[in-house]
Every structure is written in C-alpha cells, then in structure tokens.
C-alpha cells in the first residue's frame, strides 16, 4: 500500500447546523465554525468534514441541494466559506465538501426546467419514466418510506427519487449531467478543498431498466427493498473511474466514501491503490444491528457484536486499503449510547470506546460532540422529531402493531436526531449553542457534559481524546499505529476486546475489559511501558498478570 499524507492524520466531522449559532436564528452557521477552528485545533484533528451547507430547501437537512454553487443564506454566505477555507488552511486544517450527487433538490433549476418541459434535455437529468396502467413503473420502496416513484404532474410520468421526494435522482447514465457534476466539482476542489466526503454514492447506478422485484415483500407495504436493486446493479465503477479520472487525480484529493452495500469483490477498486476513493467508511456494527423491517426490529449490539465487527472489517480491508474507523455520525444513534449497554454508560466507559475505536487500523473521525461524551436524548414525544427518516420509521412501526409509545420508544434510540442535538459548548442556557431557539431541543444533561467542563480537566474524556490523538501523532509509535497489523488477543473471551499491532520492531497491545466485573489476565509476553490508560493506576504483577478494573482500557508496548 502505497504511504499517503493523510494516514496519520485524525478527522472530524461538523455538522453545521447543530455546531455553533452566531446569529440568533437557532441554526449553526459558517461563521460559528470559523470562531472554533482553534478549538478543533486544540483537539489535534487535521481534516474536517462538512455536512452540507448549499443552498437547500433543507427537507433532508442540505442533503437536497437547490444550487451547488451557493451557500444556503441559514448557514452563511459564500464569502464566509472562503473564509473558513482560508481560515483552516492557516491552521493546517483540511476541509472536505460534501458531495451530494446521487441527487438534488427538486427545487434545482434543472429539476424545474424538467419539469416544465417533460420531454426536454433536463428531464433527462433525472429519471422521467412512464407509469404502468396508472400505477408507478416499479415497486421499490425508497429509503424514507413509500414508492421512489412521484407523479409528473400533468403527464403520464414519474420521476425517481431513492430518498425523499424532494431528492429526485440525478440519470448518471447522462453524459451532459456527469459533465456538469464535474465541473461543479472542479469548481470547488479550487476554492481550496482538500477533497470530498461522498454521499450515498453506491446508489448512483441503477439496475435498468426498471422492473418489479417480486420476491415476497419484505414489509406490509408490498414494496421491495432498494437492496435488491443494488445487488443487481453493475457498473458504478465506471462512474467512479470516471469521476476519479477527470477530478480527484488532478487534484490529488482526499475522498472518503460513503460506501453501503458495495459487493466484496469490488473493494480494491474502491479503495485499493488508486481506487476510487482514498477510503470508506466502515458501518459493519451499524449495518449489523439493521433490519430489513425496519429500526423497531433493529437488533442490539453487545459489546461482543461489536468488536466482532471491528475484526472481521479489519481483516477484510488488510490488504484491500485504508478503512475510516468511527463510532458515531449524522445518520446513527449516538455511538456510546448504542455500544455502550445502558447501564454502563460513564465517562470510563466511554474512554474505553474511544481507545479502541483509535487504536483501529484507518483514519479514526470524530463525529462534533463525540469527544466530549454526548449521547442519544430521552425524547418525550414523536412531535420533537424532524428527521424524515425518523418519521417515516416511527409510521413503518406502527403499521407493523405497535402503539404509540412503543413506536415512540423504538425510533427514538434510533433516530438520527440523536446525533443532531445542538452542539453542548458550555452550561449557559441552551448549551452555548444558540441565543435564540434551537431548532432541535438542546440534551438536558448539557450542563454536566460540555466543552466548558472537560477543556481544562485531564481526566476528562475531551483530554484522553487528547491524548489518543498526541500518541497517534507520537513519531515513536505512528508507524505502528498507523500500519501495523492487527491481529486479535484472547478473541473468546466474552466481553475483552483485545488486539496486538504490531510495528516493524515494535508490539503495542490493547487490552479493553468491556464490561463491569474486574477481570485478570496473563499478558503473552512481559511489558515495557503503559501508554495510555483511562485510570490512574493498572496492576500488573511480577507473573505479568493484569488486572483490568470496570471498563479500563489500556495500551501497552510489550518487550
Ligand atoms: O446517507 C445515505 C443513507 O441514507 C444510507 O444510510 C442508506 O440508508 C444506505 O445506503 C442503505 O444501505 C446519506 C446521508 O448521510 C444522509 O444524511 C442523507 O439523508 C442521505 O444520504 C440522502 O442524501
């Protein structure tokens, strides 16, 4: 594998509108994340992640974009941009767009001159296709829920929209729109960029022409799974090379792909040495603990799940390429509140997440608020929610049986709203965030669990982050951490999550008791040095036996 830039260097994802308000219109803003680039600074990331922020009728939070060349006036101007560019390039940070490109807002200038004239050169933009003796061509379901199939109204047709009808798809069959889409993208990588976080790329190649899937429905509905479509459509990576050809290499971008569903044999083109990605994330736990039925069959994952997943993700992509390791993004439940078992749930636990999330092989991110310990909110009723997705599934359970507030409390834990609350900077009212009304209720335990409280504390999670990060960058023990193999310790035994690394002539060990009873054990070899511990003291006796106190994490360099 050919060394990069970006290998030894630590991510961090903003999501603007939950970051910081400077106006007093209860949405984060460019310029909230300007006034804390020293604090990110301070955490020691290098790379950061915007969600979107363009123009956009916000019906999926920016990921419906109306014009990819401004910057929604909620968030800011394209002068405010530039600055944040400069800004973060002053500081040696990188940033990274989001490239939403598998569809737009139906509120696009092409999406309306499609729909003025049906048969015109922008409804082949999109996906315009006739229905079926008045009924939509296909039966898949969209991810949000219901047909992906929405009338054109006045005609025969029905435009595809994957998502939520306010996301039409973009035809990348279409030369003219692919050339548009890349020249957008030039258009920013100019600006400054360092590159692109890829959104729901995968979904960018249909299986044509669209038929039925008519295995039995998987849901009530009668719809069939966009799943089905995926597994049968071949080709993405012609786009892919494409797009990679004609942008990323001229401009030896960064990119990180939101890859689901991408088929085994696939991955070193994806993110082999020149993929078409530099890296994907890796949502194996997330995936695992999905369902077909939807979040009210979800299945919980166990610690045990949980570092199975690791392992297995780690062996498959060992010689295939670069993984990008998180715990937590916009999309998913709070990573502590959903690893962590309940009851567990503190800033011990929490630390021990952290270290081993870390000591991966990839480029671990942080999702805003990850590093300081923030988690799912006790939502108290459906009317709080503003996810589509979260509606959308709280419907699916109900149809499925449940009542309200067994619908209620099964889309809660999962909702992504979860990880949208308002950033929790300090114990001011509102958590700092806003002066005005946030648009999404504030987690009540901000008072305890902010920036404020932990910035100046050493034990504090925000400090052990600190610290993962200073001994990632450590020229003592990077090459280790960023290269060396993996290889699982004592796999069995229930509730350990352990792991060596092993460097050219160097062994680290990591050893996470993921549980409440203290736990002993022999270490293979003797130890040479502690080099991160979430407790003060670890006992190790003269047998190099270890004993591991609730939820302590260590790392050791064996001799
Ligand atoms: O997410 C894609 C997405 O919804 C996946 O979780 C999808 O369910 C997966 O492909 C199924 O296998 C991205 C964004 O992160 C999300 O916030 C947006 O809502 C979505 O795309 C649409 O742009």
């Not at 939520?164 to 692919?178: A, G, I, M, T």
């Not at 996810?387 to 499925?400: C, I, M, P, Q």
């Not at 507030?405 to 709203?417: C, I, K, P």
């Not at 509730?495 to 460097?503: I, K, P, T």
Request: negative net charge; aromatic residues 14%; charged residues 25%.
């Amino acid at each position: 594998m050919q060394k990069k830039w970006w290998h030894g260097k630590v991510a961090y994802q903003v999501y603007p509108k939950s970051f910081l308000d400077t106006t007093g219109n209860g949405i984060g803003d460019l310029r909230g994340i300007i006034s804390k680039l020293d604090y990110l600074k301070e955490l020691g990331v290098d790379i950061i992640w915007l969600s979107p922020c363009y123009q956009s009728p916000l019906a999926d939070q920016g990921y419906d974009i109306s014009d990819y060349y401004q910057i929604d006036p909620r968030f800011g101007t394209m002068n405010d941009m530039d600055e944040l560019i400069a800004q973060a390039r002053k500081r040696n940070l990188s940033i990274l767009m989001d490239l939403v490109v598998n569809h737009c807002s139906d509120e696009h200038e092409w999406f309306q001159k499609a729909l003025q004239d049906p048969y015109g050169p922008y409804s082949k933009y999109f996906y315009f296709e006739k229905g079926i003796n008045g009924q939509p061509p296909n039966n898949w379901r969209s991810y949000f829920g219901g047909s992906v199939w929405e009338p054109v109204s006045g005609t025969d047709l029905y435009y595809l929209h994957l998502f939520h009808k306010k996301q039409p798809d973009l035809n990348w069959e279409n030369s003219s729109l692919r050339e548009e889409i890349y020249k957008m993208m030039r258009w920013w990588m100019d600006k400054g960029l360092a590159g692109f976080r890829i959104d729901a790329i995968i979904n960018i190649k249909k299986a044509l022409p669209f038929s039925d899937y008519s295995y039995p429905p998987d849901r009530d509905d009668g719809l069939a799974s966009i799943d089905n479509m995926l597994r049968d459509a071949v080709g993405v990576g012609e786009f892919l090379g494409e797009m990679r050809d004609k942008v990323f290499q001229k401009y030896d971008a960064f990119t990180v792909g939101e890859v689901f569903n991408a088929k085994e044999e696939e991955l070193p083109d994806f993110i082999g040495d020149n993929g078409y990605f530099s890296t994907m994330f890796d949502f194996r736990a997330a995936v695992w603990g999905g369902s077909e039925k939807g979040w009210y069959a979800s299945r919980h994952i166990t610690p045990e799940i949980y570092k199975s997943c690791c392992f297995l993700s780690q062996k498959q992509m060992e010689n295939v390429g670069y993984l990008s390791n998180i715990i937590e993004n916009h999309d998913e439940p709070r990573g502590v509140s959903r690893y962590i078992p309940a009851e567990d749930l503190c800033e011990t636990s929490k630390k021990l997440l952290a270290a081993v999330s870390f000591m991966l092989r990839g480029l671990p991110w942080i999702y805003q608020g990850q590093e300081i310990g923030m988690e799912n909110l006790s939502f108290i009723s459906i009317d709080e929610f503003d996810d589509v997705s979260t509606l959308d599934e709280y419907r699916v359970a109900k149809n499925h049986g449940f009542n309200d507030a067994d619908a209620l409390r099964a889309v809660a834990f999962y909702s992504r709203d979860n990880a949208r609350t308002p950033f929790q900077w300090d114990d001011s009212p509102n958590a700092g965030f806003t002066t005005g009304t946030p648009w999404l209720r504030v987690n009540p335990n901000y008072t305890e669990i902010n920036v404020k409280a932990q910035q100046n504390d050493k034990t504090s999670l925000f400090s052990f982050y600190k610290e993962l990060i200073t001994l990632r960058k450590n020229p003592d023990y990077a090459e280790t951490i960023l290269y060396g193999r993996l290889e699982p310790f004592m796999e069995k035994e229930e509730n350990l999550m352990a792991f060596y690394r092993y460097g050219q002539n160097q062994t680290l060990l990591v050893l996470a008791n993921f549980q409440k009873a203290p736990r002993t054990l022999t270490l293979p070899k003797a130890y040479k040095s502690v080099l991160l511990n979430n407790y003060k003291h670890v006992t190790i006796d003269s047998d190099a036996c270890v004993t591991l106190d609730y939820y302590q994490v260590v790392i050791l360099e064996l001799a």
